[in-house]
């Protein structure tokens, strides 16, 4: 069971799942609010709101495999942490004249690039050369890294947000505020895990050859 925990890559892959799962839950939550309590857009354009993130997520995660195959797992891993990055320091910056196009719509798309490039490399990373008495074992132990971080990562944000808008007047300057505080929390989330993808991670698997066809001769 040690196992689980003294490989380097299997370890880098698990914390890098942590501080991805704070981030996606954190900002999915703030986004929200946001655009419904700043914007006043009903639950169902706050819903359409979040369809570039879906779109980037599904589009570059059929790109994984291509640009791994071409580029190596690490540059892509890499690529996409720095893709979160980029999104959640757009996001520190709204206002509470912010509006969709120009303050969120990036950041969503980038997100979706950021999730799709970096989700199915992680796992790969995890489950690279697991023994097979404990691939089960490494595999929940991956889920329980996601949820962990995002419970642990949304509590943080939410607890910096609350002590921001506490006392305040509460109105959209100060709510905006506060959801600019807490993104730029978040940029500590996105900001480490592009730093261990560049320095925590080994040279990352490749896939594994195919067995060579059978030669052998059919008989006469």
Do not use: C
Request: net charge positive; aromatic share 12%.
């Amino acid at each position: 069971m040690l196992q689980l925990f003294t490989h380097r890559n299997r370890v880098s892959a698990n914390l890098l799942l942590l501080l991805l799962g704070g981030t996606i839950f954190g900002i999915f939550f703030f986004v929200t609010q946001f655009l419904q309590n700043i914007l006043r857009m009903d639950a169902f354009a706050a819903g359409f709101a979040f369809v570039p993130w879906g779109v980037g997520i599904f589009a570059f995660s059929q790109l994984v495999k291509p640009l791994s195959d071409r580029f190596g797992v690490k540059p892509v891993l890499i690529a996409g942490a720095l893709s979160t990055a980029i999104a959640t320091i757009w996001l520190s910056r709204i206002a509470d004249h912010s509006g969709y196009w120009t303050a969120v719509f990036g950041p969503m798309t980038l997100f979706g690039i950021g999730i799709g490039l970096q989700f199915a490399l992680i796992t790969r990373i995890a489950l690279s050369d697991v023994p097979p008495r404990i691939a089960g074992a490494t595999s929940g132990v991956l889920n329980v890294s996601q949820r962990l971080g995002a419970s642990f990562g949304l509590a943080v944000l939410v607890a910096v947000f609350g002590s921001v808008v506490a006392g305040s007047g509460h109105n959209p300057a100060d709510i905006t505020h506060g959801y600019r505080v807490a993104f730029f929390v978040g940029i500590g989330y996105t900001v480490a895990a592009l730093l261990l993808a560049v320095f925590g991670l080994t040279t990352a698997p490749k896939p594994a050859p195919r067995p060579a066809p059978d030669l052998a001769e059919s008989p006469a």
